[in-house]
């Protein structure tokens, strides 16, 4: 089974869907120069709409749906603000991008991406949903392995990542993926 998400005091998580696109859209537009950085790519581009960004959702909830790929939408606890994104995703998709260091991957491994939105809180939410996102995983889902990604030169998250639980376990070139990538595990 799925989780529907996780609720805080601070933050709710639920499915991302094509109903959250313009409080997604707002998120994204703010946070673009973080999201290059976190993405390691142009991502999303200056001329990024919102009928591109509707696309991308429709396409997160087809995953969704399909039980594919989970894309969480991060909520503010009005449910009226969008705060950042949360990705889980199998980790055997990376394969393909360095096939020497992933090539025995099994499917029940994931992937874990998340960013936030830009703001002057940034550091101290990002921190809580790592903490949340670390019990929830742990609590809820039957992943055999979690594995938390981001690109080499997001400095900030880097600095989360290892004054956290977790521990850096891998750092791979993956060049048709943005460059480098670094991953933790608890």
């Known amino acids: 089974m799925v989780p529907a998400g996780v609720q805080t005091a601070s933050l709710l998580l639920e499915p991302l869907k094509p109903k959250h696109c313009e409080r997604d859209y707002a998120a994204v537009v703010e946070s673009r120069e973080q999201l290059r950085l976190w993405s390691g790519s142009s991502w999303p581009a ?42 889980l995703r199998p980790l055997v998709e990376l394969a393909p991008f360095n096939p020497t260091e992933l090539a025995n991957v099994s499917a029940d491994e994931t992937l874990v991406r998340f960013w936030v939105r830009t703001g002057k809180d940034q550091s101290d939410l990002e921190r809580q949903l790592l903490s949340q996102l670390i019990r929830w995983l742990e609590d809820e889902w039957t992943f055999s392995r979690v594995l938390y990604e981001t690109s080499d030169v997001n400095a900030p998250q880097i600095k989360l990542f290892e004054s956290s639980l977790l521990r850096r376990v891998k750092t791979l070139q993956m060049p048709r993926r943005g460059g480098r990538h670094v991953f933790y595990e608890l």
């Open 46 to 87: 200056d001329d990024f709409t919102l009928q591109d960004n509707l696309k991308d959702l429709q396409w997160h909830w087809r995953e969704h749906q399909e039980r594919v790929a989970f894309t969480y939408t991060v909520l503010d606890p009005t449910h009226e603000i969008c705060l950042g994104c949360v990705y």
